[in-house]
């Protein structure tokens, strides 16, 4: 009866690993660490091309909620200096 129950608890330990190693679900594909969003190099950004831009996830890095409240800070800026005619590209 012995032999019963530990050959219960291998198949159990083996189950539990299959389950943490992904074993019948697909892996979620690896992203890298680059911006999601390439930004032009061959003219000036737009505040259409500062709301696209997402930053690459970090385990011990920035807090997205200040990241996108600067995005959309600046997305905001470039709006009004557009809409002003600015130009501060130079």
């Known amino acids: 009866m012995m032999w019963f129950f530990a050959v ?41 091309d500062l709301r696209r831009v997402r930053f690459p996830l970090a385990l011990r890095g920035y807090r997205m909620a200040d990241v996108d409240a600067l995005l959309d800070r600046l997305a905001r800026e470039r709006d009004a200096a557009d809409v002003r005619g600015d130009d501060h590209t130079a």
């Open 8 to 48: 219960l608890v291998v198949l159990l330990m083996g189950g539990i690993a299959a389950v943490a190693a992904g074993r019948g679900t697909p892996m979620s594909e690896v992203e890298h660490d680059r911006l999601a969003v390439d930004l032009p190099a061959d003219r000036p950004l737009t505040a259409e």
